[in-house]
């Protein structure tokens, strides 16, 4: 079994535990990482079609504009074999926002600590901003955002032959405690 890693950056962030024994190729547009494809997930389709098992794309689809997202969401299912599935998770912003309403956070308040340092709001909404000025590189950037329901609307937009081909999830589903959590929340 093969899964393509979009957008994870290094290989020392994990991904979830049910991929244990996988063959896992990790692609990412920052060499930095040392990725084993480097590339755009906007250009997925220069790929070979049909090779991967499972897309597992964590925290990345809302690095791109709305309707780039709909190039990155074809492209999985280019890559993916015909009974293969894509793993999507991405912030919750409809949690995000009941959650600073309801707490009357500032934009620039803490919701919680990651390994990286402090997380914002503004963070969560427009990208880690501590990485954005440190690397240079817009690509860190938040360009879009989903709630459960947008995100589902974005792969039904996309013509996915069915909703099977994709497993989302948004940060906050199923988890109340969502931002307190001093683990790693938004993995």
């Not at 997925?44 to 098992?53: E, I, R, V, W, Y």
């Not at 492209?75 to 409809?94: C, K, M, Q, T, Y």
């Amino acid at each position: 079994m093969r899964v393509l890693n979009v957008g994870g950056n290094s290989r020392m962030i994990p991904i979830p535990p049910h991929y244990a024994g996988w063959e896992h190729l990790l692609l990412d547009i920052d060499p930095r990482g040392n990725p084993d494809v480097v590339c755009d997930a906007r250009e997925l389709t220069s790929l070979a079609a049909a090779q991967f098992d499972a897309v597992y794309c964590s925290h990345n689809l809302e690095h791109y504009y709305k309707h780039d997202g709909q190039r990155v969401l074809r492209g999985f299912l280019h890559v993916l074999r015909d009974d293969g599935f894509a793993e999507i998770r991405v912030p919750d912003l409809d949690a995000l926002m009941q959650h600073v309403v309801r707490k009357k956070m500032d934009i620039e308040d803490v919701l919680y600590t990651s390994p990286d340092g402090p997380i914002t709001p503004r963070d969560v909404l427009y990208g880690h901003g501590v990485e954005i000025e440190r690397s240079g590189q817009d690509f860190y950037a938040h360009k879009t955002g989903f709630t459960e329901k947008s995100l589902f609307r974005a792969i039904w937009r996309d013509g996915a032959r069915n909703t099977a081909h994709f497993a989302c999830s948004t940060a906050a589903k199923g988890r109340s405690d969502w931002l307190a959590d001093p683990g790693d929340p938004f993995r």
